[in-house]
């Protein structure tokens, strides 16, 4: 008999996993052409259960992709966040509400709340449309990295060597693949195989507190289950989230005397199911009260373990991403959210480092930025879920967690856990310089909304939507009052510069690309009153398209709009403010500074091979 | 040879003409699941040129459908409008630039632009997601109303009888076909065979100007093209409106000598062409430049004709509706509008005539409700025609039309043009009392948009949402300050009375028609603040579900709402507002007077069959 022969390919990108990291990794490098596969152990998708809440900062990013739009529309928005205490005639009442997002310069000031296996499918519908399936049923078996330094160092060279196997092929066909990748991403969950074929350690604890989940259409007399609902009693601490369809998430805190098997010392979920949890629920609710309509369409349990990956990265060509390197509690809504964050965080360096328009050290920045945040989530939920999981402060316990108090860390962390704050420190990809010509927004945070009008024609445009995911940098050029003569100088000598062959917009530039630079888009911002302005009057560097123009002044309306420039803190001199293709702020320069940014370009961009 | 068969048919409506009002009523009656066949002479739908422009209102009804998230998808959105005069030194310049909407409470305050195919191709889809699809190359050739009383008034009986003709079948093939309709619409245009059938006579007179339109994507110097641009020269006048895809389409004043062949007196198409007119546009935009980038994409020639149609119905069993009611300038961007909101207007009534719910006198008011808007749009547009035809004012020309004159007539009517301000007359459908108790809105004015809080969980929604196009009438209660005593006893005293078997609530209701009032959607507005309001303390009925509650406060991000009841002019006693389902106020009662309610609803409302 013939041995069967192992069929071999070559591929970009080979994505393991297809949780949320995975799919936003592999959809993203199906956006920027990548050619990308993504592998999936298990059989279909998740259809119910599991994370649900989408935070503001990560709504910015699916907007940025075009699939916002979508889970808006699938999703329910949470917009408040009701407080409930114990009352002093026993049981519990309102404390207080609170807008849920507190983070003045949020998008969209709401989380979207949606089960897993529907934002996957939004996922991967749009990938889909692009040409990328993920391959079911698909387990890789080994993965070895080449130790040979020139083929390492070669960006065309596959040095990942990866085994897969198909599980639910017919005997008799080939059921191995040999798949030689240039890089590889992890994003096989929270037991992550790829993680574990590289040792890397996970660094954290176990916490002592138990939860379990339910779903439900509740039935209930309970006025708080359209609000995420925090609530504290003697009985135990319970989470409200609003769902989809009228459904509801409880969360129940519960005791190890109700979960852990006393002959073993283990977890034992023989002993708590969820009819145990709603009687739980019940009485931390109680007076109010709560039945599911329909009986519990989802539930779970599980003990919080606090972990990061101590290393992201190895030679920057296996890289893991999401559950695989941090694992932390649901409570402040932050698992999806950080996963879907780290793949659009290294989507567009691995898609600039393939297409050879990025020196690879650039990857190294993923595991910078992202660890560190990491660890930042790590440290939050760590008090969070303490004072979440506390006991209540009452004459009895004087030691307990006072309404006030975590009512204050809850609004504190607000930037936080709407994901606006999250802060990339100085590296290849963050130039931290000039911050005094824009102190309304911050170099490595990512670029806040707000509206300006389009000089051609008074349209309303919102700054983010001409940010898009599109894997070019953006270059916003505060030109001030191009009517001030010597701004108009600054701004004439600025495009000369620009526009010679040394500087970032031409050197990196293949001439058989036609006239449309394919990585910097300019978009230019000037002050102006849209009654008299005429746009044809800027140097036509600054406007490769009547849409490319835009005025700070207020809509045709009166409604909004007019203090753009002092919204970014941009001074009557402009400034010219590159952001990176994930929305973030890169780095900042004086319109008579253009060789910072051939500087901050050049520390990591490179021409195509 | 035996003879073949004509095949007979029955329908419910048969429309004829899938022009803009042909396909507009379709899907609405496809919507309300009206059995509906619409037939059209052409082989395929419109794919270049004619009307173009959606007003504010008419984007409201296309809401109110759940198609206006496409239309602002594909189209663009004009928000300006520049005027240019005369200049001293020759040619012309720039006199001011105001928005292109003036109706300050417009939803979207802006015009839509998009070719006619690409419009009409929303409604098609919407419809074939209904089950709909235009038959076309069919012709109608002879249409018959019964003579017998009693068929006439039977709402059971198929009265009309039109014989249809297939021009595109295979030979020996049925070409006729018999349809036996309860109603037949006719939406066959200005030549409109249908309103011919019946001798309806076309009154008004052909106007004296003729114009040349033409489509381009253009290559100028001129820096409006983005916005709807409104040019007198001493040359002639231009309008410009911008186009989706960097389209532009340029009106042409054109003088009689251009065009009418002085042998026969007649338009003579050979004398001008798309050259000829762009010739003519040239010497009036001088000194700006005008070419088209990639030749002419679409023209035409017309000569104004001012005309509307004596009567609108026949029996109330043949209805027309669009431009075979009514034909006028394009200048005012009206004509696709009136045609979409005739058949908006039209279509709720016929659904509801169709199912037994309203007695078929329902139907006059389709006549007197827009053949008055259609002698109103004629007077507008003699008048502004005739302004914007006219010549400029100069020192030659003492009674030449002043730009402020015409800027002034342009905002004056920015109500009408926008078709916010059109305004519904009282009869059976309009009951015009009560004004004062909601003095900031306009009984038979449609009901204008503002932002309430969701009680349940302060989810802003904007009102106008509430008001979808589904054939149900919507009941909106004001109840003013609930945890007052004396109006929460109000309340509960009118909720007591609308409980009653006879009240209009449930006097029509089929008991086996399960929970839902299929006739009417009761939404409740309070007074109230969202940090402690608990929407659990309504009566039942005005909390069909928690998604039905809102009180007037601002969102939670401080930026909006909360002065809804001074802006529809509602005071502490509160208002029961019925809203018809095209989204105009029908109605208006105290909270004592439900008896009101019952006495408009019975003037037209009758239980089903």
Redesign the interface.
Known sequence: MPVPVVPRSEVDVLVIGAGPAGLMCANALANAKVNVRIVEKRAVGVTAGQADGVAPRTIEVFQSYGIAERLMKES?????AAFYDPSSSGGIK?T??T???IA?SARY??ECALHQGAIQAIFMDSMRALGVEVEWSTIPTSIEISKDENELMDPASHPVRVVLQRLDVPEGQPQEEIVHAKYVVGTDGAHSWVRKQFDISMDGEQSEFIWGVMDMVPDT?F?D???KCLVHSNNGSVLLV?REQ?RLRVYVQLENKDIINPATGRVDKERMGPDEMLEVARKSLSPYKLSPTTGFLWWTLYIIGQRVASRFSIENRVLIAGDACHTHSPKAGQGMNASINDAHNLAWKIALVVRGWADPSLLSTYESERRKFALDLIAFDKMYSTLFSGKPLTEENSHGVAPEQFMEIFKQFGAFTSGIGVHYGPSVAILDRNQGLASGLAIGERFPPYKFI?A?????VEIQDLLPADFRFKLLVFTGDFSDPLQQARVKSMVAIMQKPESFLNRYLTPSKGSENPRFDIITISKGR???F???QFPTLLRSH?SKVFIDDI???GSFGGKGYSYYGVGHEGALIAVRPDGYVGAIAPLDGVEELDAYFASFMKTAA
């Open positions: 329910v928005q949470v917009h408040q309102l207080s509400r807008p849920d997002v003045p000031p709401f007399d006025p289950v359209r609000n609003p009228d389009r051609a024609d008074a349209g309303p849209k009654e008299g005429n746009f044809l009547w809509d045709v309306t």
